[in-house]
């Protein structure tokens, strides 16, 4: 069954056009959403952590994410072996 890949816009989704793809491997660019565009809600329960060890926390992961952000994880379990239950 061929995959239908598309952008959401504010507008809707759209078909991928040819620049969406990756000049080099031909695949979709993986993008990341401005910060703005989360969506965000109160919950019903008391958070773990308070906000700012939480902020601290995700300033960490950024650091160790590094020249990674945004590089979707391999397919080949070769490259992934620790990514083999996702692949489902």
């Not at 660019?29 to 939480?54: C, D, M, Q």
């Amino acid at each position: 069954m061929p995959r239908y890949w598309q952008r959401l816009l504010p507008d809707g989704p759209r078909e991928l056009e040819e620049n969406d793809n990756d000049p080099y491997s031909q695949k979709p660019k993986v993008i990341r959403n401005p910060e703005s565009s989360y969506t965000t809600g109160h919950a019903f329960f008391e958070p773990i952590e308070n906000h700012a060890t939480h902020e601290q926390l995700v300033k960490i992961l950024d650091h160790r994410a590094g020249s990674q952000r945004g590089k979707p994880r391999s397919r080949n379990p070769a490259q992934n072996p620790l990514g083999l239950d996702s692949l489902g």
